[in-house]
Structures are given as C-alpha cells and as structure tokens.
C-alpha cells in the first residue's frame, strides 16, 4: 500500500471574515512522488504551505503528515521535513558556513562533509557574510539548509527564485536525486517549466481554490506542438486539414507546418502515404495547457 505523505480534507484559511486566502483544499502526496504545486502569485501557494507546517492555523479542515497530525505531532513532523520559504530572513554578522554549521547542530545528524557537498554544487561560497549576499546566493543558503538533514520530505516555496540557469538545472538534478531515493518533494512554483520535467503530478491552484490535479505525462499528451514535414513533393493541405487534433495547416512547397494538439499519431499515419524526407516537432507548449485553467470558461 503507497505510503501518504500530505493529507489534506476541506482546507480552509480565512483572514478576517471577507479574505478567503484558500477554500477547501482536498489533496493526497504520495511516498517518493514529486508534486508541482502550481499557480500564479496571489493564489494561495504560500499559505497552503505555512498551514502544513503550522506556522499559520487553518479557519477549518485537517492536515496529516505521515499519517500524523500536524498540529499535535508538529515536532515530530518537522524534524522529518527539510524546508524552503519564498522568503528567506538570514541576517546577521554570521558567514554562510558558520548559520548552517549552527543549523546542522541544532538538528542533529548533519554532516559537515555534505554541507560543504552541497554548497559545492551550488557553487556557494560558504566563507562570504550572510548580509553580504545576493538573492541567488542567499537562496542556495536556504536550499542547502533544506537538503543538507535528508529528509524524508522537502516542501520548496518557489525553490529556484533567483538562481540562474546552469544552477536551475543543479536544483533539478538534486530533486531528481532525491525521488530516486524513494523521497517526497512538494514544490510550489508559478513557473510550468521549473516543474515540467521532474514532476509526477501538478495540482494547479486558482485563487485559493484547486482546479485540477494532473498526471503530468497527460498533460503532455494533451499540449500543443508545432510540427513541420518535409516530402518529396508538395502534398494537398486539405488531407491534413481534417485529421481531428490537427490546425492551422500550411502547405509552403514541399514543406507543410501544422499546430498538432495531443498525440501526433494520426498526423503521421496520413503522412506516411507520401513519402517523407525529414519531421520536425518543436517541444509541446505545456504553458498552453495550463492556461487553460485560468480562463474564463474553466474558472471558478
């Protein structure tokens, strides 16, 4: 039976009587699965994570983790999470080695070989004051404090905020690494693309409300991709024009260019009664498919 990391029925957080900062969340994390929690600024990300650790208290609903309630069993449940928020409070006088050495004997159980690891693939230099540093930096300290215990599961608030690409891609790596090993990582973004590779799930929030809950592998099939097929010979446009999925057919020479949404399947099966020199399909836009739940006919 698949272990349930998050549990959450009916979650509700209310900021006086008119602000409803999130309405009903209903939602299941498995072991070992890494879970996009996606949404624009504003629409209850945040607040979804402070209630899980019990940093805020919800208006109505439960929360478990591990199987555990988080209010009462908050010790316990904490030492099993490596955290992240989106907005990290590291000031002081002390360098990068020193908070980190501090927060590693604080918990307990952290090495000072995989601190320094860990920094090392973040290319963080330890020895530079905390107050010195820029946003990037500052947010691979964080990162480093959230990985560096190997907990059982790592909540991220918008984990990649000011990292530049090549780091970006480490941050993945590392998320990769980590669901390998059997662990759970919940990560909030408002960016589809941090996620798209490395998720197994996305839940998608709008206005404090969850709108959907996605495979990310449908998601995929479902997106649009632009696609161009060179033949021999100039083919009719109108025999692409019908195949279901298929739009925006354009016959330029001996070259057609289509937008395909969902599988690419039938598109090729018509293709292939003509002879084909070269196939070109440009990534699907994975962006497409998850607007569509912010528009006016899905909203709500």
């Known amino acids: 039976m698949t272990e349930t990391m998050i549990e959450t029925r009916g979650l509700t957080k209310r900021y006086g009587r008119r602000t409803l900062a999130l309405d009903g969340l209903t939602l299941d994390v498995t072991k070992g699965e890494v879970l996009g929690f996606l949404g624009p600024n504003g629409a209850g990300k945040t607040t979804t994570i402070r209630l899980l650790l019990d940093l805020i208290r919800p208006t109505s609903g439960e929360i478990r983790l591990f199987g555990l309630d988080s209010r009462r069993d908050g010790l316990e449940t904490r030492r099993r999470i490596g955290y992240l928020p989106g907005e990290l409070p590291f000031e002081g006088r002390q360098n990068g080695w020193e908070l980190l050495t501090f927060l590693g004997n604080l918990r307990g159980g952290v090495g000072h070989r995989h601190i320094r690891a860990l920094a090392e693939r973040l290319d963080l230099d330890l020895d530079q004051p905390i107050r010195t540093l820029s946003k990037g930096n500052k947010q691979k ?11 059982e599961l790592l909540v991220l608030d918008e984990p990649s905020s000011g990292l ?20 759970t990582v919940f990560m ?81 099966k018509a293709a292939a009664r003509f002879t084909v020199i070269s196939v070109l399909s440009r990534a699907p836009d994975l962006e497409d498919a998850f607007l569509e739940y912010y528009s006016d006919e899905r909203g709500g």
């Not at 530049?164 to 662990?183: A, H, N, S, W, Y």
């Not at 991709?225 to 020479?253: C, H, N, S, W, Y």
Request: glycine share 6%; with cysteine.
């Open 141 to 151: 300290v964080g990162l480093v404090q959230a990985f560096m215990h190997e907990p």
């Open 164 to 183: 530049d690409p090549l780091l970006q891609r480490e941050f993945l790596q590392l998320v990769r690494e980590i669901r390998k090993e059997g662990r």
């Open 188 to 268: 909030s973004s408002h960016i589809l693309a941090e996620v798209e590779d490395i998720a197994d799930r996305v839940a998608i929030l709008r206005e404090g409300r969850l709108v959907a809950i996605e495979d990310m592998r449908d998601l995929k099939q479902r997106a649009v991709r632009q696609m161009e097929i060179l033949f021999d010979a100039p083919v009719p446009a109108e025999t692409f024009g019908m195949i279901p999925g298929v739009r925006d057919v354009k016959v330029d020479g001996n070259t057609l260019s289509c937008t395909v949404e969902g599988p690419a399947d039938a598109l090729i």
